[in-house]
């Protein structure tokens, strides 16, 4: 599985974004995509996540300002990011996670650069 993100950038606080992510490659028995960052200094931490259920989680940080969304045909995650914070600075990377028979596997994609300026 390879995961391509992408849309990063420089935003202003309040300002709004969407990343996506493109999934490429045995795609089969993918059971969860979503989205992590890592900011400077800190742990990678979850974000949203959706899964074939089209359940979907949100970290409380991000609760009713980002949206996860998935494109079937196109294979593709988005995250829609809106009234940015200077505390979503952050590099955002998507996830995939695929059942295995010895237990479920985590992909990462390259991770995209959000900046947040006052």
């Known amino acids: 599985v390879q995961l391509q993100a992408s849309g990063g950038g420089l935003v202003q606080a309040g300002g709004s974004l969407r990343l996506s992510c493109a999934a490429s490659?045995?795609?089969?028995?993918?059971?969860?995509l979503g989205w992590y960052r890592q900011a400077p200094g800190k742990q990678r931490e979850f974000i949203a996540r959706?899964?074939?259920?089209?359940?979907?989680n949100y970290a409380d940080s991000v609760k009713g300002r980002f949206t996860i969304s998935v494109d079937n045909i196109k294979n593709m995650v988005h995250l829609h990011m809106s009234n940015l914070k200077l505390e979503d600075t952050a590099v955002y990377y998507c996830?995939?996670?695929?059942?295995?028979?010895?237990?479920?596997?985590?992909?990462w994609g390259q991770g995209t650069l959000v900046t947040v300026s006052s």
């Open positions: 490659g045995n795609l089969r028995s993918i059971s969860t």
């Open positions: 959706i899964n074939g259920s089209s359940s979907i």
């Open positions: 996830n995939a996670v695929k059942e295995d028979v010895l237990g479920p596997v985590n992909y």
